[in-house]
């Protein structure tokens, strides 16, 4: 069986660092720009960097109502800190006309844990990819402060959810890509299964 094609999008954010990650976890990883390399994907990387920023470069990009097609049409994302922020139903200190996707039943706070200098780096319990702690990094991190009927928790730090699952989506509000250890993204793939 062939490996999954996931793209990254590569506006902004850990592209090489999630490319080589989905590469560990089995899958193939390609760069996404423009809607044509979208819709040659079996799932798509939401990468973390700056909302604002990511939003407005869709925009540019004219890859905006593509995505929302493909992810209506039920394109998995994995979505990792402004990439979460892109895909949550309310975001809470967005700037004036910020929107995002408002796929996930999730209310985000942007920059909640502080500025880049209180950025920092975790053992972060994750049942769901095994029993020993996973490495993440929280920069500049979203809280999610509401989560939807519909949505799983999946990990929490200091009691607040910090990755979270709706449908074929896994959103997560730290970097998992910059630590080394690919497990969330092979949790992420093996849902792939059925693609």
């Not at 990009?61 to 049409?73: K, N, V």
């Not at 809470?92 to 844990?113: F, H, I, K």
């Not at 939807?148 to 200091?158: M, P």
């Amino acid at each position: 069986m062939p490996a999954p094609r996931v793209g990254v999008l590569s506006l902004q954010g850990d592209v090489r660092e999630h490319l080589i990650a989905l590469r560990a976890a089995g899958a193939e990883g390609v760069p996404v720009r423009t809607a044509a390399e979208l819709a040659t994907c079996q799932a798509l990387v939401l990468p973390g960097g700056e909302s604002t920023t990511m939003e407005r470069l869709l925009r540019t990009f004219d890859l905006l109502a593509p995505l929302r097609a493909a992810i209506e049409g039920g394109l998995p994302c994995l979505a990792t800190c402004a990439g979460t922020i892109l895909l949550a139903r309310e975001i809470r200190d967005g700037l004036p006309g910020q929107g995002g996707l408002g796929v996930l039943d999730l209310a985000v706070r942007r920059n909640a844990y502080g500025r880049q200098r209180d950025s920092f780096e975790a053992g972060l319990a994750f049942p769901a990819v095994g029993p020993e702690p996973v490495l993440v990094a929280f920069i500049r991190a979203p809280r999610i402060e509401a989560v939807g009927e519909g949505v799983e928790v999946l990990a929490r730090w200091e009691g607040e959810p910090v990755a979270v699952r709706q449908g074929p989506h896994l959103a997560l509000t730290f970097h998992p890509e910059i630590t080394g250890d690919p497990r969330v993204h092979r949790l992420f793939v093996a849902g792939l299964g059925g693609v």
